[in-house]
C-alpha cells in the first residue's frame, strides 16, 4: 500500500447515505474542504431517496451508534425526539424472545432511538451540510476514480466529464460498489470476499399503534429459529406508528397482502407481534426485499492499495440487515477513521483497514455466527462457531431469569462490549447455574423425565 501524503486540502466523499455522512463529519475536521458527491438528489427533508431502498425497512440504531451520534453532533438525539422519535430503555421496555422466553428486563441504560431510517438520515444530514467547509454535489453520479500517471495513487474522480481533483477520496457507496472492478482495472488485485449466503426474504408494513399495545412497551425482537426460520421485528416509530418486518430464511417469505401477512404472524415463535396488529389498523402498502447474503470484502489484506484512497461502511462490509448492525457499525468505522487520521501515519489505507478489520470482526462474528445456526446457511463453519451458538442458547435460557446475564448480552449485541465478555468466569457461571436451576424446575414439573 503507497504512503499518503500530508496535503490535506481536499476530500472527496463518494455516497450521501449514513456512511457517507458520518465520513464526511470526520473528514471536515482534517481538510480544508469535503466535497459529498451523491448520485440520489437529496432531499430537504425526512423523505425515502430512490438510492435507500432499504430506508422503507425496519432499521435499528444500537447503543454504541447512538453514543458516536451524540460525540459527533451534540444534542442530535434530542433534535430527533423533538422531531417525533421516540426514546427508551432498549432492554428495560423491549420483549426480547429468545429460547422460548423473554429475557429479563431490567433497567440497563441504554437508551434507544426509535425512528424511521429517513428521519434519523435527515437529521444527520442536516447537521453534516451545515459545516462550512462540507461542500454538496448530489444528483451527480461519480464514473471512475482518476489515477496518476503511475497508478500509485488516486487523484480524484470523474463526474459529468469532468475531473475533480482530490488529497483523499473516500468510497462509502454501501454495497454495491465498484471499487474492486475500477482497481483491477488499474492493475490491483481485487480483495478477497467472504460470504455467508443466508437467501433471506424480508416484508415490513407499517400499522397504528395505540398506547395500549403491548402495555406500554416500545419494541418486540423474535429473531428466527432454525426450526421455524420465520423471525419479526416489531418497533415504535414517529407518527404513532408501528413499524413492522417479518422475516423468512431459505423460502416460505412473507407476503406482501393483508391477511397472509398476519397470518404469517402467527407462525412466529412468540405470539406478541400478531397480538399487536390482528386489530392494528395498516397504513400504506408493504415493501418486500430478498437478501442472498452477508459480504466482507477483505481490504486489509490487499498487498498493494492505491495511496489517496479508502473504502468505508458498507462498500467494505454488508450484514445481514436482521442484527441491526449497519448504521452503528459505520459510526464506529468513524471513529477509527478520525483516530487514524489523527495518528499521522504514513500510510493512511493500510493503518485504517487494519483499524476497521479489527472492529469489523466483532459484529461479523455475531452475524455470521446467528447465521450459522441454520443448517442450510453456506460459509464456513468450524468448532469454534458450534460452541459459541451452544453457549448462546445456554445464556439465553439463562438470563430469562438473570439481569445480570441478560445485560451482559444486551451490551455486546448493541457493540458496547466484544463478545468474549460474556464468557468471563463471572457470566459463564451463571449461565451454568442458570441452567442447573432451570432443569430442576423442568424436571419437578415432569415426573416422567425424573424417571427417564
Request: glycine share 10%; net charge positive; hydrophobic share 40%.
Given at each position: 500500500?503507497?504512503?499518503?501524503?500530508?496535503?490535506?486540502?481536499?476530500?472527496?466523499?463518494?455516497?450521501?447515505?449514513?456512511?457517507?455522512?458520518?465520513?464526511?463529519r470526520v473528514l471536515s475536521d482534517h481538510f480544508a474542504q469535503v466535497t459529498?458527491?451523491?448520485?440520489?438528489?437529496?432531499?430537504?427533508?425526512?423523505?425515502?431517496?430512490?438510492?435507500?431502498?432499504?430506508?422503507?425497512?425496519?432499521?435499528?440504531?444500537?447503543?454504541?451508534?447512538?453514543?458516536?451520534?451524540?460525540?459527533?453532533?451534540?444534542?442530535?438525539?434530542?433534535?430527533?425526539?423533538?422531531?417525533?422519535?421516540?426514546?427508551?430503555?432498549?432492554?428495560?421496555?423491549?420483549?426480547?424472545?429468545?429460547?422460548?422466553?423473554?429475557?429479563?428486563?431490567?433497567?440497563?441504560?441504554?437508551?434507544?432511538?426509535?425512528?424511521?431510517?429517513?428521519?434519523?438520515?435527515?437529521?444527520?444530514?442536516?447537521?453534516?451540510?451545515?459545516?462550512?467547509?462540507?461542500?454538496?454535489?448530489?444528483?451527480?453520479?461519480?464514473?471512475?476514480?482518476?489515477?496518476?500517471?503511475?497508478?500509485?495513487?488516486?487523484?480524484?474522480?470523474?463526474?459529468?466529464?469532468?475531473?475533480?481533483?482530490?488529497?483523499?477520496?473516500?468510497?462509502?457507496?454501501?454495497?454495491?460498489?465498484?471499487?474492486?472492478?475500477?482497481?483491477?482495472?488499474?492493475?490491483?488485485?481485487?480483495?478477497?470476499?467472504?460470504?455467508?449466503?443466508?437467501?433471506?426474504?424480508?416484508?415490513?408494513?407499517?400499522?397504528?399503534?395505540?398506547?395500549?399495545?403491548?402495555?406500554?412497551?416500545?419494541?418486540?425482537?423474535?429473531?428466527?429459529?432454525?426450526?421455524?426460520?420465520?423471525?419479526?421485528?416489531?418497533?415504535?416509530?414517529?407518527?404513532?406508528?408501528?413499524?413492522?418486518?417479518?422475516?423468512?430464511?431459505?423460502?416460505?417469505?412473507?407476503?406482501?397482502?393483508?391477511?397472509?401477512?398476519?397470518?404469517?404472524?402467527?407462525?412466529?415463535?412468540?405470539p406478541y407481534i400478531h397480538e399487536v396488529i390482528r386489530t392494528a389498523e395498516?397504513?400504506?402498502?408493504?415493501?418486500?426485499?430478498?437478501?442472498?447474503?452477508?459480504?466482507?470484502?477483505?481490504?486489509?489484506?490487499?498487498?498493494?492499495?492505491?495511496?489517496?484512497?479508502?473504502?468505508?461502511?458498507?462498500?467494505?462490509?454488508?450484514?445481514?440487515?436482521?442484527?441491526?448492525?449497519?448504521?452503528?457499525?459505520?459510526?464506529?468505522?468513524?471513529?477509527?477513521?478520525?483516530?487514524?487520521?489523527?495518528?499521522?501515519?504514513?500510510?493512511?489505507a493500510r493503518s485504517f483497514f487494519r483499524r476497521a478489520s479489527r472492529l469489523?470482526?466483532?459484529?461479523?462474528?455475531?452475524?455470521?455466527?446467528?447465521?450459522?445456526?441454520?443448517?442450510?446457511?453456506?460459509?464456513?463453519?468450524?468448532?469454534?462457531?458450534?460452541?459459541?451458538?451452544?453457549?448462546?442458547?445456554?445464556?439465553?435460557?439463562?438470563?430469562?431469569?438473570?439481569?445480570?446475564?441478560?445485560?451482559?448480552?444486551?451490551?455486546?449485541?448493541?457493540?458496547?462490549?466484544?463478545?468474549?465478555?460474556?464468557?468471563?468466569?463471572?457470566?459463564?457461571?451463571?449461565?451454568?447455574?442458570?441452567?442447573?436451576?432451570?432443569?430442576?424446575?423442568?424436571?419437578?414439573?415432569?415426573?416422567?423425565?425424573?424417571?427417564?
Amino acid at each position: 500500500m503507497s504512503a499518503d501524503h500530508t496535503n490535506r486540502k481536499h476530500a472527496i466523499v463518494m455516497g450521501g447515505s449514513m456512511a457517507g455522512l458520518l465520513a464526511a463529519r470526520v473528514l471536515s475536521d482534517h481538510f480544508a474542504q469535503v466535497t459529498l458527491i451523491e448520485r440520489d438528489a437529496l432531499p430537504a427533508g425526512p423523505e425515502q431517496r430512490r438510492g435507500v431502498p432499504q430506508g422503507r425497512h425496519t432499521h435499528g440504531l444500537l447503543g454504541g451508534g447512538r453514543n458516536v451520534l451524540e460525540r459527533y453532533f451534540p444534542g442530535i438525539s434530542q433534535t430527533l425526539v423533538d422531531r417525533g422519535a421516540l426514546t427508551g430503555d432498549i432492554v428495560r421496555e423491549t420483549r426480547w424472545f429468545f429460547e422460548g422466553g423473554c429475557l429479563n428486563r431490567p433497567e440497563s441504560g441504554l437508551r434507544g432511538l426509535l425512528l424511521t431510517r429517513p428521519l434519523l438520515e435527515s437529521g444527520v444530514r442536516e447537521r453534516v451540510l451545515a459545516i462550512p467547509n462540507v461542500v454538496r454535489r448530489d444528483d451527480t453520479a461519480v464514473e471512475g476514480l482518476v489515477f496518476d500517471a503511475s497508478s500509485q495513487r488516486v487523484t480524484g474522480v470523474r463526474v459529468a466529464g469532468e475531473t475533480l481533483a482530490a488529497d483523499l477520496v473516500l468510497d462509502a457507496t454501501g454495497r454495491g460498489s465498484k471499487t474492486p472492478q475500477w482497481l483491477e482495472a488499474a492493475g490491483y488485485e481485487k480483495p478477497q470476499e467472504e460470504t455467508v449466503q443466508v437467501a433471506l426474504g424480508y416484508c415490513t408494513r407499517f400499522f397504528r399503534r395505540k398506547p395500549t399495545d403491548l402495555n406500554g412497551d416500545l419494541a418486540v425482537i423474535c429473531p428466527a429459529t432454525p426450526e421455524g426460520k420465520r423471525g419479526g421485528v416489531l418497533l415504535a416509530q414517529e407518527g404513532d406508528r408501528w413499524t413492522l418486518t417479518l422475516i423468512a430464511y431459505f423460502g416460505n417469505y412473507p407476503p406482501e397482502d393483508l391477511k397472509g401477512y398476519i397470518d404469517f404472524a402467527q407462525t412466529l415463535p412468540a405470539p406478541y407481534i400478531h397480538e399487536v396488529i390482528r386489530t392494528a389498523e395498516p397504513l400504506g402498502d408493504a415493501m418486500s426485499t430478498r437478501y442472498p447474503a452477508s459480504l466482507r470484502r477483505r481490504y486489509e489484506r490487499l498487498k498493494r492499495f492505491p495511496g489517496g484512497f479508502l473504502v468505508f461502511g458498507d462498500a467494505m462490509c454488508s450484514f445481514n440487515p436482521i442484527y441491526g448492525q449497519g448504521m452503528t457499525v459505520a459510526a464506529l468505522e468513524a471513529v477509527e477513521l478520525e483516530k487514524t487520521l489523527a495518528s499521522g501515519d504514513g500510510d493512511l489505507a493500510r493503518s485504517f483497514f487494519r483499524r476497521a478489520s479489527r472492529l469489523v470482526d466483532i459484529p461479523w462474528s455475531i452475524a455470521a455466527g446467528g447465521d450459522m445456526r441454520f443448517p442450510e446457511t453456506v460459509g464456513p463453519r468450524n468448532a469454534g462457531v458450534k460452541f459459541i451458538n451452544w453457549y448462546l442458547s445456554k445464556l439465553h435460557r439463562a438470563a430469562h431469569r438473570d439481569p445480570v446475564v441478560a445485560l451482559a448480552f444486551h451490551k455486546v449485541g448493541n457493540l458496547l462490549a466484544a463478545p468474549p465478555s460474556i464468557l468471563h468466569p463471572r457470566i459463564a457461571f451463571r449461565v451454568l447455574l442458570g441452567n442447573v436451576k432451570s432443569a430442576r424446575k423442568s424436571a419437578q414439573a415432569d415426573p416422567v423425565r425424573v424417571t427417564a
